[in-house]
Nanobody
């Protein structure tokens, strides 16, 4: 089976920074796209950032929600099956559970969408 495990959440003051990590493990043939989503209380889950895969070493294309452009940076380490989210200048309204997502091939032809359990980010003074 495949697991995605997030880490790095916590409490930070407005304007502060956090770095989230998400490591995939298990029966993995290849990981295609990876991304981060968030869900605030009473709201729908929304896209934060995504990153594609380009070979084993080249940086993939990134996509960001307009609200985080210039402040958040998504990156990945294909060798470690890990995706990161560097979050700077955090705002109180970005308090949410942040979820990792990955499009994973478990064999050459079998592909599925996987989610982590989520990590809480609280931005508060």
């Amino acid at each position: 089976q495949v697991q995605l495990v997030e880490s790095g959440g916590g409490v930070v003051q407005p304007g502060g920074s956090l770095r989230l990590s998400c490591a995939a493990s298990g029966r993995i043939f290849r990981i295609s796209g990876m991304g981060w989503y968030r869900q605030a209380p009473g709201k729908q889950r929304e896209l934060v950032a995504t990153i594609t895969r380009v070979g084993s070493t080249r940086v993939g294309r990134t996509n960001y929600a307009d609200s985080v452009k210039g402040r958040f940076t998504i990156s990945r380490d294909n060798a470690q099956n890990t995706v990161y989210l560097q979050m700077n200048s955090l705002k109180p309204e970005e308090t949410a559970v942040y979820y990792c997502n990955a499009d994973i091939f478990t064999t050459v032809t079998v592909r599925d969408d996987y989610w982590g359990q989520g990590t809480q980010v609280t931005v508060s003074s």
